[in-house]
C-alpha cells in the first residue's frame, strides 16, 4: 500500500468511505435527499486542501454542519469509518494524518453544535 498523494486518490477514499456511510443505518438517514455526485467535489476539494494542502477551499465546513441533530456516537461511527477507509486504502504519513484530520473535524463540530445547543 502507498500513501496518499493526490486528488484522485482522495476522490477514491470520498467515494469509498461514503459508499460505507450510505449502508450504515445510523448516518444513512443524514444523507437522504443529498445529491451525491454533486456534494463529492466538495468533500474532496475539502480533504485535498487539508491533506495535500490543494489550495483555494473557503467553505466552512462547521457551520454547513450545525443545522444538523448530531450528537456523539454519529461522529463516533463517521470517524471510526473514514479511518476503517483509509487504514484499507493507504499506508504513510499523509494517511495517519488524515485519520488524526478526521478525529479533529469531527470533535470540533461536535463541540459547536454542542455550544450552539447550550444558547438556546
Not at 2 to 8: G, M, Y
Not at 72 to 79: Q, S, T
Request: hydrophobic share 45%; net charge negative.
Amino acid at each position: 500500500m502507498k500513501d496518499i498523494t493526490n486528488k484522485a486518490e482522495i476522490e477514491n477514499l470520498i467515494e469509498i468511505f461514503y459508499g460505507k456511510v450510505f449502508q450504515n443505518e445510523v448516518l444513512a438517514p443524514f444523507f437522504k435527499g443529498l445529491d451525491f455526485e454533486a456534494h463529492k467535489p466538495q468533500m474532496v476539494h475539502f480533504w485535498s486542501f487539508v491533506l495535500i494542502s490543494d489550495p483555494g477551499y473557503k467553505t466552512n465546513v462547521t457551520e454547513k454542519h450545525l443545522h444538523m441533530p448530531l450528537r456523539a456516537e454519529h461522529f463516533e461511527i463517521w470517524i471510526k469509518l473514514f479511518k476503517e477507509t483509509i487504514d484499507e486504502l493507504f499506508l504513510g504519513e499523509t494517511a495517519e494524518m488524515a485519520k488524526q484530520r478526521a478525529d479533529l473535524v469531527g470533535w470540533t463540530i461536535l463541540e459547536k453544535i454542542k455550544a450552539k445547543q447550550n444558547k438556546n
